[in-house]
């Protein structure tokens, strides 16, 4: 098998060997889900908006499966060959330890900043527009500890900040991922490309199955099939795309394809709409992986552009910016039930309010990633290494503390 800086090439990958395009087309799948928890508002503020653009709006719950694709792809990429040889205790543990310093510290602070809030609204007895199902000692542990979803069919009102459902999702993912990784590494030396194809398509079927039978990616029990289903997908997808050669010619080709499957998702959002077969919609996530193996492999098109600097920044902020935002979404909501004539619908304070979320969310994710993130990831990576023996250069007992970390390659959520 290649190593992992070939399955970029020269112009998506920085020197440390992340794949640039896979980083800033989170801030896309991130922004997705903003948009479209606030969509039923901006519907209202700018109804010729949502009559435009509501096929993309009403799915932007999408951007969670893309989310798991995206996470299984990189994880894939950086740790198959390194855990995928034998189930190692060390490995497995410095692996959960490294992938808990990602996701935690981020986590830890908006649901205490959540705590506080439906705190603050449960002593006022005031209106909460999004009031969890239960605000209790046991509810705060099992949310604390991200195994809220576990035992859960839904994720209606169960987590306190509302989009970490995803997160505790993401955590049985990683546990399980030790294991994923010893049958993917053989799955990559027996099978050839088309038969990885077919496994992947078969990963996400019993999900689209069931959710175009129920009419709802929300039935009861369906988190844990698009969970599983696209992280899958995205880990057979980095199998695919370590196949393919780096030629001028694939280049070419993969970035012409990139581009038909944007369109080609965006195309089914747009036809289940117009057919009527709104439940359709679901057929996309099908496109998913197919697009990430082109994004990761071309170095043209879309992928350049996903390649520059604001958009990689906005990846590495998307994590943060995924768990800012309802934060800052439902003290607005509140403001609206509390100061109905201040922020009255069709008012140019409501529409400048509803336009400028996904920017001022932005900004906060950046303070999040820049001063929660960044530090907190960097010393609980700190943590797992072992401590350096003493210099013998220094006669006080010195030792080299291993503070200075180096940004692992490319970890996303």
């Known amino acids: ?79 198959v060959e390194k855990m995928g040889g034998r189930l190692n205790r060390r490995d497995t543990a410095r692996f959960l330890w490294a992938r808990l310093a990602r996701v935690w510290p981020v986590y830890f602070v908006t649901l205490n900043i959540a705590a506080l809030w439906h705190g603050w609204l449960l002593m006022r007895g005031g209106p909460d527009p999004v009031a969890p199902e239960e605000f209790s000692v046991l509810s705060y542990l099992r949310q604390l500890t991200m195994v809220v979803m576990w035992t859960e069919p839904d ?12 997160i505790s999702g ?48 929300y039935s009861p029990h369906l988190w844990v099939l698009r969970l599983l289903g696209s992280f899958v997908a995205g880990g057979i997808a980095c199998l695919v795309a370590r196949r393919v050669a780096r030629t001028r010619r694939n280049d070419t080709v993969t970035a012409w394809c990139s581009a038909g499957f944007t369109i080609g998702i965006v195309a089914i959002l747009y036809l289940a709409r117009l057919t009527g077969h709104e439940r359709y919609h679901v057929l996309a996530v099908f496109l998913f992986a197919p ?75 950046y303070a999040m990633w820049r001063w929660v993130e960044e530090p907190a990831r960097k010393t609980m990576r700190a943590m797992s290494k072992p401590p350096a023996r003493p210099s013998p250069q220094l006669g006080n007992g010195a030792h080299d503390t291993g503070l200075d970390v180096p940004r692992p390659v490319h970890e996303p959520a």
């Open 291 to 365: 697009l990430l193996i082109a994004l990761a492999v071309s170095g043209r098109g879309l992928s350049r552009v996903l390649s520059t600097r604001p958009f990689v920044l906005g990846g590495y902020i998307s994590y943060s910016l995924y768990l800012v935002h309802m934060l800052l979404i439902e003290p607005i909501w509140w403001a609206q039930n509390v100061w109905p004539e201040v922020l009255a619908p069709q008012t140019v304070v409501t529409k400048l309010v509803f336009l400028s979320v996904p920017v001022v969310a932005c900004v906060a994710a």
């Open 1 to 79: 098998m290649s190593n992992r800086a070939e399955v970029g090439t020269s112009h998506n990958t920085s020197r440390a060997g992340e794949i640039l395009p896979l980083t800033g087309v989170r801030i896309i799948a991130a922004l997705w889900v903003v948009v479209f928890h606030i969509r039923g508002n901006l519907y209202v503020e700018f109804p010729e908006l949502g009559r435009i653009v509501s096929p993309i709006l009403n799915h932007g719950d999408l951007g969670v499966d893309l989310f798991f694709a995206l996470s299984g792809f990189v994880l894939t990429l950086n740790y």
């Open 170 to 217: 993401e955590w049985l993912a990683y546990l399980l991922f030790p294991l994923f990784a010893l049958l993917l590494l053989r799955l990559a030396l027996v099978l050839r490309i088309r038969h990885l194809v077919m496994l992947g398509v078969m990963a996400l079927f019993p999900a689209v199955l069931l959710a175009l039978v129920s009419g709802t990616l």
């Open 155 to 166: 994720s209606e009102r169960l987590t306190w900040n509302g989009p970490a459902w995803s």
